[in-house]
Every structure is written in C-alpha cells, then in structure tokens.
C-alpha cells in the first residue's frame, strides 16, 4: 500500500514537474513572440514639408513660419519618449523638403537621403531594409497619402489643404498584422478660413 501510495506521489510530482515545464515554455515564446514582434515593427513618421515661401516660384525655400515650424518637429521627435531615436530620413529633391527633413536630421546627426517624390521606390526600400527601425519621411500635401497607402493602411486619408503644414502621420508596420496609422498636429494649428502668410 505504501508503494503504492508513494509511487502516486511520484506521479503527482512528475505531473507537477510537467505542468510547470509546459507552462514556463509557453510563458517563455509568448514573451519572445512579443519582443520579435516589437522588434520587427516598422515605425514611419510622416509629415509634410513646413511653410514655403514664395520665391523662388518653382522651388521655393521654407519661409520664417516654416523655419520655426521644422524646428518645432525636430525637438518634437528628439524629445518624444516614445521613440528611441530616428534611424533614416528621407526627402524629396526640394529646397522646402530637404530644409524641413534637415532641422530633424541635425538633431539627429543624420543625413537627408533623397527619394523620388511618387515614393513607390521608397517605400519598397523601408519595407526590405528598415524592418524594426523608425524613418522620417518628409514629403507633400499630394504625395503623402499614396506613401501611406503603400505602406498597408487601408484606411482613406482626408485631402490635405494647399496652406495646411500641421499634419504628422504615425504608421506602424509589424511583422505579421494589419498596419496602423496614428494622426497627430504639431506646431501652429491650421486655420481653414485664415488667409496664407507667405
């Protein structure tokens, strides 16, 4: 009787062992599952080019407001604790782009990579060699909306205004998943009735 008893508590005790061991191993992959996960996912900021200014006409630099706008975005993201640095930037070829991208790359001693501004090229790029990594893109109020589509938001993008500057789009790309977008304002708010300070 008592083998028999001591031999159920060995059992018992075996089982134990098991439960605990199963249990310790899936604790153990859901916490790596998560930390792939989170290691994988693709952070793009988008914004579009500050203020411009009206000369020269077909290149036109950012403007005062512009100036200060950029600024503005680069100690946004320098002291956002939500992101642990920028790792790319990335403009069009256009005074007002690469300015605005510029006052981010400085704060972050960074260079401003050009792309072509239709963006199918780059957003192919930051889907094959920027897994895992947060990019700043800096581009236009007509170009914007198709990067984001591009990048898997399914979701429509409100037509953007030709004087509104204030829009910084957040797009997350995990591993496996849906991608997301986040819509924020930074700066001086856009005003849709207010006449362009140029």
Known sequence: MRDVIAGKQLLSRKHHWRLLTAATGVA????????????????VILVRHAEKASLPPNDPDL???GKRR???LSRILADSVAING????????FRRTRQTAKAVADAFDLPVHNYAAEGRTLVKTILDHYHGQTIVVVGHSNTLSGLIAGLGVNEP???????????L???????YGKSTLSHRH?????????????
């Open 157 to 167: 993008l409100a037509p953007i205004d030709q004087n509104e500057y204030d829009n």
């Open 70 to 72: 950029a600024m503005i």
């Open 169 to 175: 789009y957040i797009v997350t790309v995990p591993l």
């Open 86 to 93: 920028i790792d790319a930037i990335f403009a069009t070829p």
């Open 63 to 65: 403007s005062d407001a």
């Open 28 to 43: 153990v992959a859901i916490g790596l599952a998560w930390f792939i996960q989170w290691q994988a996912t693709t952070t």
């Open 186 to 198: 930074y700066g001086v708010a856009y005003q849709p009735d207010s006449v362009p300070g140029r």
